[in-house]
């Protein structure tokens, strides 16, 4: 159903007959032929770049080339008109009965109208959010949680095995910090005067219902064990009721994993996993013992002027070598990290996608070093960065979170303005662009807020079917029936829709491809806007209406079109996550 690949295939077709041949004799590449939609609708349906890409490897002038090519695909059955513009480009009109076909095919496949297979059902792992369980998800989690979530509906639509993962955190120093905090709120509980909560330890007030909890379950017991037993029960009970809280906060944005991996796993039995993924390094040639510099003159905390194992990440494209083990045994950070990745990749992954926030910049390069030395060419990791979101309210700036201490909840902008405008407008810029969110701006009902104007089309969609029942009288209408009466479908206007519309199977893939998902949320406003500007004509000019109760087979015909946007509206806004309307109040 991608009219763009179908097309794609005529015109190589077409080229083969050609007989075109490079300067050595050969056939020539035509990987590079490309069908798109022109840049001005005015000049056709379709244009394609094939006579400009092939002339200088063939020697021919790209208009005389392009001329020739027209003249070929004149003669396709489908084609009204091949011209040439500008240095070679060959811009295609398709009949009206091509795009009544195709939209009667859309009709058939209902909301499954895009689904591709372009992913080959590759293995593709989606990490994103995996923010440390130290507290509720703040507005800094929103952006990664929305651009990971959809990305992962995006690709599984486009045809890959995709799994949805977060990783817990679990281990390090900052769970003994939480565990500590924790253990003054229970003592807290009890009755105990613990005064300011000391600075480097977490004030936040959403840890006073776990210390509640703890007393409520073993009363004063906590004090009477010796602290390293009693602080490593405070920090899994601690765990446990953060990560409620964040699987809540999360649903709550309609984001839900199909993986929580903890990091003490990797850690456990010994440190068994991360001892087997150096090994395996070792015996790739990737470690070595020796001293690192402090980078860029600093010291980092984890910097030590001693021999370290090492691994040798500047051999495959990192900008330095990289601590694994210190000079005292101990592991570092970047020693799971290791460890995870090949979790990963031996657990069957070959797209590996990580979502972090833009101050984890400096994680890019050593991650695709570490790909590269676990897996070669048989895995392909990407890193998406997202920038900041700043909010505000009516211009400006949001204050902070009373009961978070120092930051947005996101539960709180949920509840403040539903989740659809966070997820649809998390992707209206994208991911590696700043992103300026206004409570106002997002809740107002006008063209301006782009999730609204979506919404409003989805719902405009049932309220023309809601119409037609009433003055055609028929409760349902089936689809076999619309799609039957599209031929009468001649306005430029419907099938102007209707291009819009095709467009979509081929934005599913390229999105999907590309790993950007904010191209959806684009093409979605884009195809609104398409239906409420026929909407508006249908306004102005009675004859161009939806329901004409004198011409039952034209306003079938018509409502197979509203169908159809109805569906695709439907399609992409549940890739997104966010709900399709059948009315607005």
Same mark, same amino acid.
């Given at each position: ?75 396709? =059955? ?31 496949? $209902? ?14 792992? #989606? ?76 004030? $936040? ?67 068994? /996993? ?16 020796? /001293? ?52 990963? #990749? ?94 106002? /701006?997002?809740?107002?009902?006008? /063209? ?36 039957? =009466? ?9 099938? $102007? ?51 004409? #109760? ?36």
């Amino acid at each position: 159903m991608n009219i763009f690949a179908d097309f794609t295939a005529r015109i190589i077709k077409a080229v083969e007959a050609l007989d075109l041949k490079d300067k050595e004799g050969a056939s020539p590449d035509l990987s590079r032929i490309a069908v798109e939609p022109p840049r001005d609708p005015s000049h056709g349906d379709l244009a394609t770049n094939a006579a400009m890409v092939l002339a200088k490897p063939t020697g021919q002038n790209p208009r005389a080339l392009a001329e020739r090519l027209a003249e070929a695909l004149r003669t396709d =059955a489908d084609v009204s008109a091949a011209d040439v513009a500008g240095p070679g480009f060959v811009n295609l009109r398709l009949k009206d009965g091509f795009w009544q076909a195709h939209l009667m095919a859309l009709l058939g496949e $209902g909301r499954n109208y895009g689904r591709s297979t372009i992913g080959g059902n590759r293995k593709a792992n #989606v990490e994103y959010v995996s923010a440390n369980p130290t507290g509720p998800m703040h507005v800094g989690h929103c952006r990664g949680a929305v651009v990971g979530d959809t990305l992962a509906n995006l690709m599984a639509f486009a045809g890959y095995d995709v799994t949805k993962e977060y990783v817990i955190n679990d281990a390090g120093s900052q769970i003994d910090v939480l565990g500590r905090s924790v253990f003054m709120r229970y003592r807290e509980a009890l009755g105990d005067d613990i005064g300011e909560i000391p600075a480097g330890l977490y004030p $936040g007030d959403y840890l006073v219902p776990v210390g509640q909890a703890l007393v409520a379950e073993f009363g004063r017991k906590l004090l009477q064990m010796p602290d390293d037993e009693a602080l490593a029960i405070v920090m899994d009970r601690t765990i446990d009721a953060m990560m409620a809280m964040i699987r809540s906060d999360l649903a709550l944005l309609n984001v839900h994993h199909d993986v929580f991996f903890s990091e003490r796993t990797l850690h456990a039995d010994n440190a068994r /996993k991360i001892r087997a993924a150096i090994s395996d390094l070792t015996l790739k040639g990737h470690i070595y013992k020796g /001293k690192l510099p402090p980078p860029k003159g600093e010291k980092p905390d984890e910097w030590e002027d001693r021999e370290q194992t090492l691994f040798r990440s500047t051999a495959v494209g990192d900008d330095m070598d990289r601590a694994l083990v210190k000079s005292d045994g101990s592991f570092t950070y970047f020693a799971a990290d290791v460890a995870y990745l090949k979790d990963k #990749v031996d657990r069957g992954f070959v797209d590996l996608i990580y979502v972090l926030g833009a101050d984890h910049g400096g994680y890019v390069k050593r991650l695709e070093a570490l790909a590269r030395a676990v897996a070669g060419d048989e895995v392909k990791l990407t890193v998406l960065l997202c920038q900041l979101v700043k909010l505000f309210r009516d211009g400006e700036p949001v204050r902070m979170s009373k009961r978070s201490g120092d930051f947005v909840t996101l539960r709180e902008v949920v509840e403040e303005v539903g989740r659809d405008p966070i997820r649809f407008m998390m992707l209206y810029r994208k991911n590696d662009a700043p992103l300026d969110f206004d409570f106002a /701006k997002v809740t107002e009902q006008s /063209k301006d807020n782009p999730v609204f104007y979506v919404q409003y089309a989805s719902a405009r969609c049932h309220s023309v079917f809601r119409q037609a029942s009433e003055q055609l009288g028929e409760a349902n209408f089936d689809r076999n029936r619309l799609a039957a =009466a599209v031929a009468s479908l001649t306005d430029e206007g419907e099938i $102007g829709l209707i291009r819009k519309l095709a467009e979509y199977p081929r934005l599913i893939e390229s999105a999907a491809l590309a790993l950007e998902p904010h191209r959806l949320a684009f093409y979605l406003y884009d195809l609104a806007s398409s239906f409420h500007g026929h909407w508006n004509r249908g306004t102005d000019n009675p004859d161009l209406r939806f329901v004409k #109760v004198n011409d039952r087979q034209l306003t079938y015909a018509r409502l197979g079109l509203v169908q159809a946007v109805s569906d695709v509206l439907t399609s992409g806004l549940t890739l997104i996550g966010a709900d399709a309307p059948t009315e607005m109040r």
